[in-house]
Every structure is written in C-alpha cells, then in structure tokens.
C-alpha cells in the first residue's frame, strides 16, 4: 500500500513539473495588447460596387502582418487628404494637396490611366489607356513603378504620391498615351 502511494505521489510530480502549462493555467484576458498598425491612403483602378471607376482606400498594414483596406467614397478620401476630417492615414491632419504641390483636379483624370472611354453614361469621353478596359502592356511598365503588376492593384502611400504628380505632369501623360 505504502509503495502504491508512493508511486502515485511520484508520478503526480512529474506530471506536475513536465506539463506544468497544463496543470497549471495562466490567467488569460487579464490585459489588452495594442494594436499597432500603419495607415496609407490609397487608390484601385477598378470600378467600385457604386459603379465609380475607381476606389479609394484607407490601406492598413498590422504589426503582426496582417493587410487590410477600407472603401471609402471620394469624398471621404478628399476630404481626409485635405486634412478637413480626421484621418487614420492623416493623424496630423495636414493638407496634403499642399504639402505635396498635387492639383485636386488630377482625381478627375484618373480612371483615363485605365479606360480607353469613360465605361459609365453614354457619353464618349477619351481616355489614354491603349488596351480594350486595361493599358497596352508598355503602359503597365510605365505604372510599374508605382506598384502596379496588374490592372487592379491598389497604388498606396508614396507610390501614391508619385502616380498623382506623374498624372498631372503633361510630358508623363504624352508619354502614356504614345504606348
């Protein structure tokens, strides 16, 4: 009898101290982790559900390397690079119309990068895309560098920035359009 218990005992420690996680629970939801994470503004080329030809985005990259984005309207999105309403990816609220030297103007003109037309109203409004909805493909290398690789990929933080000043800029569109 003494030996059973003894055994028992025995086994009980090791138990205890090889699987002590398991033995012993640790108090769990006691604190709250911040949630760290880096906000871009950012646009698609592609039309949106309210048949707009391009998106406009809030991009979220996550401490733990997740990827998010928000839909937003034009607005929304002009209204928050101006530094009118707050912004994730404004915090400081500035204006980034000025701080950046970009005509406003110039998100009237984007849908053109990728349309050959206007694809919404019955209106035929030339755009400089060479392909049939899409860029030829020596216009995709020209949107290469601001981290476009297909038609529907998102153009974010400077990248943005360079794309909206390479818009503007008449000799960039001349070139785009002789593609």
């Known amino acids: 009898m003494i030996r059973k218990t003894v055994l028992f005992i025995i086994l009980f420690f090791c138990v205890l101290v090889s699987n002590s996680q398991v033995i012993i629970p640790k108090e769990r939801g006691s604190h709250e ?9 950012g646009i698609r080329l592609v039309p949106t559900a309210q048949s707009k030809a391009v998106t406009y985005i809030i991009y979220s990259f996550f401490y733990d390397s997740t990827k998010n984005y928000q839909v937003i309207t034009k607005h929304e999105f002009m209204s928050q690079f101006s530094g009118g309403i707050d912004s994730k990816a404004n915090p400081e609220g500035k204006n980034l119309f000025n701080e950046y030297k970009i005509d406003p103007r110039v998100f009237e003109h984007l849908w053109k990068v990728r349309y050959p037309e206007y694809p919404f109203g019955k209106d035929k409004i030339p755009g400089w895309a060479g392909g049939n909805f899409i860029p030829s493909k020596a216009q995709m290398k020209m949107l290469k560098p601001f981290g476009v690789n297909h038609p529907a990929d998102m153009i974010y933080g400077d990248s943005l920035i360079s794309f909206l000043r390479s818009v503007s800029d008449a000799g960039w569109v001349n070139r785009y359009k002789a593609q």
């Open 33 to 41: 982790e911040p949630v760290y994470a880096k906000h871009y503004f």
